[in-house]
């Protein structure tokens, strides 16, 4: 719109600023700043930075670990730093600082976060070296501990169950590379959480060569059928799952009898009940596979007992964070 200045010169109007709703609504409250942890010091998130020579980004060369923690205690801390210790000596990387010192380090950073339940993603890096690939050329690896919040799926979800598709990308075997080294190379199971999204699925079942049923991209897989509860094998390709090993004494506790025999997709499509573990996902239930309704389309009750006293147990106890 033209108007004139006080001179008698046409001018063109500025233009009205258009304030969207949301905009004018007040900002929730900010997001704390991460406190990190790499190589003994904290550092600001906008500050935490590694060097783009570590082989740990050039090549995936190095382990990791994901820790829950819940009202205050670190869950199953002991045995989720025994499996990263076991990763490295596969993979010939010794730690450069020693376990005690790395178990404080975790609860350090949990604490300077100031976090009582959350995630905690502890890495170890090959460390700095050249443009090639050979490890000895890296002189000291590196470590980074991040604590924050995670939260997979709803509440929701919990209740109504996961849709699960198998797809084409096969889980690596042994010979390969082991799926008990929790290594930071996990592009073959992103290429598996690709093509669940690409079916809209909620997560995507993993066969190995062999074409039994070895794990989801980030879960191992329960079948429950005729009141017995069935998992693959550790040699069909399954991570050595901490959650996993927690169902087995839930199952001992509460008098039902657990085994690892090789699955196939149509044990799953057969089965009674199924449900998912991780240390992200806990323990969650499976209600479809490729399209078929897994019983009755719904959690069933072993299900919901194991998800229920899992529960308990991460609320009750682990390793405390904070000192009395």
Known sequence: MLTK????TAVMDKPVARTSAAKTSAPGPARKAHRIYIDGEFFDEAEAKISVFDHGLLYGDGVFEGIRFYNGRVFRMEEHMDRLTESARSICLELPIS????????????RQNDLRDGYVRLVVTRGVGNLGLNPIHCK????IIIASTIALYSEEVYRRGLTVVTVPTRRMGPATLNPAIKSLNYLNNVLARLEANLANADEALMLNDAGNVAECTADNVFIV????????PITAGALRGITRAVVFDIAAEIGIKISEPELTRHDLYIADEAFLTGTAAEVIPMIKLDGRSIGNGEPGGITTRVIARFRELTRESGTPIFHK
């Open 140 to 143: 000291r690896p590196s470590i």
């Open 5 to 8: 200045d006080a001179e008698g």
């Open 99 to 110: 376990r005690p010192e790395l178990d404080e380090a975790l609860l350090e950073t949990i």
């Open 225 to 232: 059928k005729r009141g017995q509860i069935m998992t693959p």
